[in-house]
């Protein structure tokens, strides 16, 4: 610690632009994490890295250090955004290029520090090495830019995710952190700030797609004693986790950007409101901001220029629609996170009727980038509209599940069959969801869109907050559209009725159309049959009429399966059928008379005494009982039970 | 931690502590009790009606104690369409008891939660912080078995 300390004021003069000299110079290479002087072992430890079981990896690292009386430092770093790789280990040995390995359980561990520390490298496991450290080269190891999941990245926001020490300021300062901001208080006036963000273009990155610049303009121009900036971490999209990686890899360059933000709009209070689910990166976002405040970058007066900022905190309790704006700023007041109309907005009247600024973790993370580089620069990558690059979570049926950063304009094809490496299990690629519970579904033929905020408009998606939920052909859309619809109607807050009313009635509607009724009222198949009109309908009123974001894209996923898989819903209401097997109440099942030997354990199985049948004679199954579980397909040997094929009515 | 030192630093604040405190009060004692509840309308001077009003808006508030081990099962987009419903459904089956619900030896609870954020890993369930990866209707009595043994080692 006494070297960091040493430190501290050179860190200090290199954020003020003073040159380094020579030595410092191999100091800050060092801190940048370029060369080394001793072994260095990192290990990605965010949420994922830990699920997937870095923790025990850590352990073992550690206790192999101890056998072999070896000296190494060890270092949690965030995720760089191969997921489906954890734990991902990376080795940098002095004299030698940083070297990455996937899938470093605790097993395996032994093996790879016993060769690596021989100065070999093991023949399996290796991801490929860092070709920008210094060193000599590994033989016979790609670099790591060739890997097909990172070649097409762009990496403004993620620059340092996975690769430096998140919970290390003086290494974030290396690498170039803060200078930007403290260069901004030397030289630039806020409102020429304001107006070097709505060149840029940049757009907010939360789902809207406002400009960034414009919120800020409409924030800064008020005349208030307090103004407050938020920054909306409250990632409650499904399927979403970008924020989350961002703030566990990288929380600096998030505070950096809130204080060149705050500054911009005249705040000197800021509340970072976080979602309870995302405990390690609640403590790192804690640990950043006091390590901001002991180099005088946050607090009272920064860098002795006579301006404060103070950052707090907020924990979310729990509510998708505490990421709507308003609703937002109910729930930091303590009061129920339900939003309000507009105008007016909260940049004129919001937290505690202050003007209020609000933006989201991956914007305000853009903005050290842009003043390090320039507007031009930012809005030279992207497309006309759509500037810079966006983070996306990739899951789902995918083979490469991860965060990856790309340049606006990227095709959606692209994305899932080169960087996510395509659909596992030979299955076909049916929908990509994109936009959570707000957003649309896209079809195979879609995908050449070059993915950016109109484009994918215009497609029926969104891009929302960017979670790609890629699924393959044993997806049943109609019941991911029932999965969002009873998602939203359970988070609709209640205060405006078509929403909270709607949404009930349009879960009903599809409960209706994927699940088998106990009695068949009369008019129970007629309201199926209606359903699909009912449901366009439905749709549009509340889309129309909901007060605010949530209930107003709420039918999106209904709508837009609809649109792209019509005959998927007319399949499940008018054949009773579920072509992808996945509406289980739906399935009826027959017995092969000639397979079948009269065991009766399907009979003593079944829930419903559906099946009949005596000892050593066939069984069979009676329909109006059968509830489509498939106990009796799971236990029967002898495969004589299978699902019925629907004779289709066309 | 008593109930009073855990409402002490808050006496006398204002009424946006109010979500807050209820977390830092659910962080130690796992729940919203009633007590607990009329302790935090007397520290911030609200009516009892109005912070039952707040919490069960919030789906991170409960009211009943959990299990030991509490177990949370993400049902976001990612875990859906990797059968997280399943998961949800074998484990309702093995521990006898519904989302919500706390075994009666107060050993396990389930709770629904939307989305937990490690999609790349999903179907995803967290046990008392500790995440179980890629888990499936078989692994799931694995899971739960080790946590059992855990209590009693010897058997």
Redesign the interface.
């Known amino acids: 610690m006494s070297i960091l300390q040493d430190l501290k004021p050179v860190l200090l003069s290199a954020i003020n632009g003073q040159t380094l000299k020579p030595e410092q110079e191999k100091q800050f290479r060092i801190l940048r994490r370029e060369e080394t002087n001793v072994p260095v072992i990192y290990i990605g430890a965010g ?2 890295g ?3 079981g870095a923790g025990k990896t850590i352990d073992s690292a550690k206790q192999w250090l101890i056998d072999n009386e070896q000296k190494a430092e060890i270092v949690e770093v965030g995720c760089v955004g191969l ?2 790789s ?1 734990p991902l280990v990376d080795i940098q040995i002095p004299g030698f290029k940083r070297i990455s390995f996937e899938n470093v359980t605790s097993d395996k561990v032994e093996e790879i520090l016993d060769s690596i520390f021989k100065l070999e490298v093991p023949n399996h496991n290796s991801l490929g090495q860092y070709e920008d450290t210094a060193g000599k080269t590994w033989e016979n190891i790609p670099g790591i830019n060739e890997h097909p999941f990172f070649a097409p990245q762009v990496r403004l926001v993620l620059k340092n995710c996975g690769l430096l020490n998140p919970v290390s300021i003086e290494e974030y300062i290396a690498g170039g952190g803060y200078r930007p901001f403290a260069n901004l208080l030397e030289t630039r006036k806020p409102s020429e700030m304001v107006e070097d963000v709505i060149k840029s273009g940049l757009r907010g990155r939360g789902g809207g797609g406002f400009l960034a610049g414009m919120k800020w303009k409409f924030a800064a121009s008020e005349t208030s004693d307090q103004k407050y900036l938020i920054c909306n971490a409250d ?7 970008m924020d ?1 990686a961002v703030i566990e890899g990288d929380p600096h360059r998030l505070l950096e950007g809130m204080a060149i933000a705050a500054y911009a709009i005249g705040a000197t209070e800021a509340y970072i409101y976080i ?5 390690l990166a609640i403590e790192r976002l804690y640990a950043a901001i006091d390590q901001a405040i002991e180099y005088g970058l946050l607090g009272k007066n920064i860098l002795g220029k006579g301006i404060d900022l103070n950052i707090k905190i ?7 629609v505490c990421g709507e704006e308003t609703a937002l700023i109910h ?8 939003p309000k109309p507009r105008p007016p907005f909260p940049t004129s009247s919001g937290l ?1 009727g202050k003007p209020t600024c609000i933006n989201n973790v991956e914007t305000l993370a853009n903005i050290p980038g842009i003043f390090e580089k320039g507007s031009n620069w930012f809005s030279s990558i992207g497309t006309e509209k759509s500037k810079g690059t966006k983070v996306f ?5 995918i083979k490469r ?3 990856v950063e790309i340049p606006m304009g990227t095709s959606m094809r692209d994305i899932i069959y080169n960087i996510a490496g395509g659909i596992p299990n030979k299955k076909k690629f049916k929908a990509v ?1 994109i936009g ?1 519970p707000s957003g649309g579904c896209l079809k195979e033929e879609d995908l050449d869109i070059l993915v950016d905020y109109d484009s994918l408009i215009q497609a029926g998606a969104m891009m929302g907050s960017g ?1 790609l ?1 890629v ?1 393959d052909e044993d ?1 049943c859309m109609v019941d ?1 559209a029932r ?2 619809m009873d ?1 939203i109607q359970r ?1 609709s ?1 209640g205060k405006c009725i078509p929403c909270r009313e709607g949404t009930r009635r349009m879960l009903e509607i599809l409960d209706s159309i994927t699940h088998r009724p106990a009695i068949d009222k009369e008019n129970a198949a007629l309201d199926r049959f209606k359903g699909v009109m009912q449901l366009e309908k439905l749709g549009k009123v509340i889309k129309d009429t909901s007060l605010c974001g949530l209930g107003k894209s709420a039918p999106n996923p209904v709508l837009s399966t609809l649109k792209q898989f019509r005959e998927e819903y007319e399949e499940h209401i008018f054949n009773r059928h579920c072509p992808a097997g996945v509406c289980t109440e739906l399935r009826t099942f027959e017995i092969d008379v000639d397979k079948c030997t009269g065991c009766t354990v399907c009979a003593r199985k079944c829930p419903t005494e559906a099946i009949i049948g005596g000892k050593k004679t066939p069984h069979f199954i009676l329909e109006d009982k059968c509830i489509g579980c498939g106990n009796c397909m799971d236990v029967c040997k002898f495969e004589a039970v299978h699902v019925k094929e629907v004779v289709k009515i066309k | 931690m008593e109930l009073k030192e855990i409402v002490n630093p808050y006496k006398g604040k204002g009424k946006e502590n109010l979500i807050p405190l209820l977390q830092d009060i659910q962080e130690n004692l796992g729940y919203l009790s009633r007590e607990s509840v009329s302790m935090a309308s007397e520290t911030l001077d609200m009516p009892t009606s109005k912070i039952y009003g707040v919490a069960t808006f919030y789906n991170q508030f409960r009211f009943e104690p959990t299990g030991k081990f509490h177990i949370q099962v993400c049902r976001g987009t990612a875990c859906h369409v990797l059968g997280s419903a399943t998961v949800l459904k074998t484990l309702e089956k093995e521990l006898k008891i519904k989302a919500g619900q706390t075994t009666r030896d107060a050993l396990f609870s389930i709770e629904v939660v939307a989305c937990i954020g490690a999609c790349g890993l999903a179907p995803v369930i967290n046990i008392n912080g500790t995440f179980h990866a890629k888990v499936t209707e078989s692994s799931i009595g694995e899971i739960i078995e080790g946590y059992r043994q855990s209590l009693n080692p010897e058997e």
Do not use: H, W
């Open positions: 949420t994922c830990l699920g997937a997921c489906a954890e990632e409650g999209d499904p399927g979403a986790f989350r979602r309870a689910e995302y405990p907020k924990k979310g309790a729990g509510a998708f729930s930091i007041e303590g009061k129920r996170g339900m505690f979570a990739l899951s789902g049926n599940t991860g965060l969801q959570g979670g939920v699924m997806t991911v999965f969002f998602f988070e807050c």
